[in-house]
C-alpha cells in the first residue's frame, strides 16, 4: 500500500498552480544502485511497487527504475547476473524539485513518456515520487 501525502485545498485552488509538493507520493522502496537487477526485481514483487528509486552509497537519491525498465534488462541478450541498477540505461534522474509545478512536472513527464519522476530536495536526498494519473 502506496501512502499519499494529502493536505487540505480550497475548493477554488488554480490546479495549474498547484507544486509537485501537493501532488507526489511518499517516496517508497528505496535501494541502493549497486543491487543487481534480478534482486531489484524480487524487492519490486514483494512491495507490489512499480518502481524503485535508487541511491547511491552515500544515501542521495540517482534515479528511479521500473519494473519494465528492469524486465526489459533482464529479458536482453546482453543480460548476465551481474548488472548492477546503476548500469541500466535510463535509470539516472530527471528530477523534480517539490516548488515545480504539477502542470510544469506533468509536461516534462509525458514528453520523457516517464510514468514517474522522483522529488528530491536540494541535497539530492528522496523526498517523494511523482506518478502520472492513469
Do not use: K, N, W
Not at 540505461?89 to 519522476?117: I, K, V
Request: glycine content about 6%; proline content about 5%.
Amino acid at each position: 500500500m502506496t501512502l499519499v501525502q494529502m493536505q487540505p485545498r480550497p475548493a477554488h485552488a488554480d490546479l495549474f498552480h498547484r507544486t509537485v509538493d501537493d501532488a507526489m507520493e511518499a517516496a517508497g522502496p528505496q535501494i541502493c544502485d549497486d543491487m543487481t537487477v534480478e534482486v531489484a526485481l524480487a524487492v519490486m514483487a514483494g512491495a507490489r511497487a512499480d518502481h524503485l528509486l535508487v541511491c547511491d552509497e552515500d544515501g542521495l537519491c540517482t534515479g528511479l527504475v521500473t519494473r519494465a525498465q528492469l524486465t526489459t534488462v533482464r529479458d536482453s541478450a546482453a543480460y548476465t547476473d551481474r548488472i548492477r541498477l546503476r548500469d541500466v540505461p535510463g535509470g539516472r534522474g530527471p528530477f523534480a524539485s517539490p516548488m515545480t509545478s504539477t502542470a510544469e512536472a506533468d509536461h516534462a513527464m509525458r514528453y520523457r513518456r516517464l510514468t514517474a519522476l522522483p522529488v528530491v530536495d536540494e541535497q539530492g536526498s528522496a523526498l517523494g515520487v511523482l506518478a502520472l494519473s492513469r
